[in-house]
Every structure is written in C-alpha cells, then in structure tokens.
C-alpha cells in the first residue's frame, strides 16, 4: 500500500477507525481471508468488564514461576521482590498494553495497583496469561484487563517478571514488542504488523458491506440472494 492510499497517519487516527467502526469479529473473518487463520488467542481469555475492548500495542513481559528457598542463588533476581515487574510496569507508553505470560497458574498477574500506575502512563489495558485479582477496583478504574480468570492469590513469593520487551508465544500464536492486539469479550486477535494496515483496510470494506447486506435483508432479500450478490454473510 503506497503512503498516499494510506488510510491513517498515524496509530492515533488508526484506533479511531477502529473505534468507530471495527469489531473483532468482522477483523478475524479478513484476516482468515488473507491466509492468516491462527491469530486468535484461546478462548479462554476474557475482559474483566465486558464493556471494555482492548486495542493497542504489544509490551511483552515474560513471568516466571519461583520456589523459596534458603539454598544461595546465581541469580541476582531471585532476590528482587517481583523481579522485574515495576521495571516493566514503568516502561509502558501510551497505547502499549501490558502483556505478560509464562507462568504457571499458581497466582494472580495484574490487579487494581498495576492498573492505575498503567493508566497514568497512558497503557491502552493489560492482557495477562493468567489470573487477575482487585477486579472491582479494575472495573472502577475503566481499565481494560484480559486475564483467563480470577484468583487473589499474590505472585510476591510465587513468581517474578524475567525480561519484557521480548517475544512471547500465547497460545501457538506469536507476539512481538509493537504487535497490535484488537479484542472484546468474544477474542482476542493478534495482527501482525507487516499486514496490519491490509486488515484494516479490508474490514473497513467488509463491515461497509455488511451495512448494505443487513438493508438488503430487511428489505426482504434471502439470504442465498445476499452472498451472491454482495459476497458477504
């Protein structure tokens, strides 16, 4: 796509297109279109409040399970509280979302304290291979949290953030540093970046489409009539 046809300036205007007129599904079906067809994390994911969407980029933070003991260490984190959780709490950008994973689920990755530092710095949510915890106070802070359930349960003595800003695999499905993520309360989509101005320009068209097919229909036009004369169900 040459930069003149291009259809946003900047991530800004971009999540503005996405926010007037995208939803996760109609984004999923283009890029099934375009040979991508594995981008979806499990199901199991879920937003803490339903009316919350995630949309930003991909600030990967890579967890690790810990067993105390009185044994000496090699390794200067292990006597780090958390490890290098605050380091990357604190490195977030705006429209970055925290997204952590490689634990196991023993304790709770994210809570109300993580959030409001996360929304101070401008995060666009946090997606968590895991538990969250504090999810009333999540819920009042508006903040989008994605988490596989939820359990009080603290990491402090349990587990420790290892590296971020590296790449991780949820799923079977790779994430790298800057990967836009776009979900709701039925996915979450990762689009990778060297396709992610064709999605977007290709569910635009879709869901304009769609429009027109959804009129057809209520005008009484059958469904068979409808693909066959938009392409689109």
């Known amino acids: 796509m040459t930069r003149s046809t ?9 999540y503005r297109l996405f926010e007037k007129e995208l939803f996760v599904a109609v984004v999923g079906d283009v890029m099934d279109t375009l040979g991508l067809q594995h981008q979806f994390l499990p199901p199991v994911f879920k937003p803490v409040d339903e009316k919350t969407r995630l949309l930003g ?14 044994e000496p ?15 990357a709490l604190d490195d977030l950008k705006p429209g970055e979302i925290y997204v952590a994973s490689g634990a196991s689920p023993r304790y709770a990755l994210w809570g109300e304290l993580m959030s409001t530092r996360a929304k101070i710095l401008g995060a666009h949510g946090a997606l968590v291979d895991g538990f969250a915890r504090d999810t009333d106070g999540i819920k ?8 596989t359930g ?7 003595v349990r587990g420790k ?6 790449a991780l695999e949820i799923g079977g499905v790779r994430i790298e540093p800057g990967t836009l993520l776009f979900g709701d309360k ?18 635009l068209e879709k ?23 938009f392409g689109i169900m």
């Open 150 to 156: 939820y359990y009080a349960q603290d990491q402090g």
């Open 57 to 70: 980029r991909a600030m990967p933070v890579l967890e690790s399970d810990i067993f105390l003991s009185n």
């Open 186 to 203: 039925e996915g979450v989509l990762v689009i990778p970046r060297q396709v992610e101005e064709d999605v977007v320009r290709l569910a």
């Open 6 to 14: 291009r259809l946003y300036a900047d991530d800004a205007e971009m």
């Open 207 to 229: 869901v304009r489409g769609e429009r027109l097919v959804a009129n057809a229909i209520r005008e009484g036009m059958s469904a068979v009539e409808a693909y066959k004369t």
């Open 140 to 147: 009042a802070l508006e903040f989008p949290c994605f988490c």
């Open 73 to 87: 260490t090699r390794n200067p984190l292990m006597t780090k509280p958390f490890g290098l959780m605050f380091e």
């Open 161 to 166: 953030v290892i590296d971020y800003r590296c």
